[in-house]
């Protein structure tokens, strides 16, 4: 999986944290903050639409577009692929597990059974 840009990622979140498709309008808005341009947008959302991580829908002549997969499915494969390049797996799971709080163990700890 390709790991995102600043920009990517936050065009993502904004995807992510809403539960209908969005225009590029509209989450140009939702950045409003970065004062990006719509053409700006587009291209993010082009780019990410390449990486197949949003799913663009055309409505007339408007498109919307939609993550692919929730934002904890992209977590996910993101730490499965970086513990597939590791070259000793257990010795990443201990690195990681060590860098969790007690809270998040214990929570792993119940996932598990």
């Known amino acids: 999986m390709t790991s995102l840009g600043e920009l990517e990622r936050a065009v993502m979140n904004v995807l992510w944290e809403t539960d209908r498709d969005m225009t590029a309008r509209e ?13 700006t947008v587009l291209t993010v959302l082009g780019r ?3 990486k197949q991580l949003v799913h663009r829908i055309r409505d007339g002549r408007a498109h919307h577009y939609r993550p692919v997969a ?6 996910a ?12 797996r257990g010795a990443a799971l201990a690195r990681f597990l060590g860098s969790m709080s007690e809270e998040e163990r214990s929570r ?3 996932l598990l059974g």
Do not use: P, Y
């Open 108 to 110: 792993l700890r119940d």
């Open 77 to 88: 494969e993101l730490m499965t692929d970086a513990l597939d390049d590791a070259s000793d």
């Open 27 to 39: 989450v140009q808005d939702q950045l409003a903050d970065r004062d990006l341009a719509t053409t």
């Open 70 to 75: 929730s934002r904890e499915d992209h977590v």
């Open 48 to 50: 990410l639409e390449r």
